[in-house]
């Protein structure tokens, strides 16, 4: 069996992850990890299958089932990674404040130089508020204190509030 990852992008409609999940157990798919969301009306997903299936064939199932919607579908192999292991604690970034350009830039630069890696983020606009919250892995040689003077220096410069806090355990 292979791995191979699947994105489906395109306008919201009711039955698209039903039609999706179906066209891949039929092809003896078995769904391992799942993303799906809605940005401004479109609907996002990207799943792990692991399937006997190649690429090609489960990129065509799913664009027959998704025939005359507007929805576009990306498959591809996934190649054999070890997952990064990490030696540090998880700890969940909030971010909030009045949008403008860059802020998701210039926090994710500050996490990136200090070795921390983003497992997980999303960003909602809603009445000239903007909000990020990323959960990290902070590698256990960073000091963390360190971290949040940096973070709370790129927030001040940006006009916007971050906190940053350890992650709870989740039951996934």
Do not use: C, W
């Amino acid at each position: 069996m292979s791995s191979l990852a699947v994105t489906v992008l395109g306008h919201d409609r009711p039955g698209i992850i039903a039609d999706a999940t179906s066209a891949l157990t039929d092809l003896g798919g078995n769904l391992e990890d799942t993303s799906m969301t809605l940005l401004r009306g479109h609907f996002v997903m990207t799943l792990v299958v692991s399937t006997d299936a190649d690429a090609q064939t489960v990129r065509a199932a799913l664009e027959t089932k998704f025939a005359g919607a507007d929805l576009d579908v990306i498959v591809m192999d996934l190649h054999s990674v070890e997952a990064p292991t990490t030696s540090g604690d998880s700890y969940v970034l909030s971010v909030h404040g009045a949008d403008r350009v860059g802020i998701v830039a210039a926090i994710t630069s500050v996490l990136a130089s200090h070795g921390a890696n983003i497992t997980d983020l999303t960003t909602r606009l809603g009445g000239g508020l903007y909000i990020v919250v990323a959960e990290v892995d902070i590698p256990a040689d960073v000091s963390v204190p360190a971290l949040e003077t940096a973070i709370a220096n790129v927030a001040t410069d940006l006009g916007v509030g971050a906190t940053l806090r350890p992650a709870e355990t989740d039951v996934l």
